[in-house]
């Protein structure tokens, strides 16, 4: 059984930017979709950010479009969320998931999980 592991995250400024990374270790197979997903204290999990292995039907939820840039690095075997502009409410555990079949825009479909990284923004 693979993991998936998560980096990057931290705590910024209003306005400033971070960059998560993810990576998967362990696995006989290459997932099709790769996705980040993020839970602020008190909410459920939301999907924010999807993509098929391949730069493929990229998906963005309404809350971080314009903002969010979900890309792979496949020598590295790296997804990454770039994140701009960052807000307040943006201020949650962010997790990286992977789900071998499409529709990758499937929120409830992804099987593997990483344990999350803290992401803070302050005003």
């Known amino acids: 059984q693979g993991t998936l592991v998560e980096s990057g995250g931290d705590s910024v400024q209003a306005g400033g930017s971070l960059s998560l990374s993810c990576k998967p270790y362990?696995?006989?197979?290459?997932?099709?979709?790769m996705g980040w997903f993020r839970q602020a204290p008190g909410k459920k999990r939301e999907g924010i950010a999807s993509?098929?292995?391949?730069?493929?039907?990229?998906y963005y939820s309404d809350s971080v479009k314009g903002r969010f840039t979900i890309s792979q690095d496949l020598s590295a075997n790296t997804v990454t969320l770039r994140m701009n502009n960052l807000k307040p409410e943006d201020t949650a555990v962010y997790y990286c998931?992977?789900?071998?079949?499409?529709?990758?825009?499937?929120?409830?479909?992804?099987?593997?999980w990483g344990q999350g990284t803290q992401v803070t923004v302050s005003s």
């Open positions: 362990g696995y006989g197979f290459r997932h099709n979709c």
């Open positions: 993509m098929h292995v391949g730069g493929k039907n990229l």
């Open positions: 998931a992977a789900m071998r079949l499409p529709p990758c825009g499937n929120w409830w479909s992804y099987t593997d």
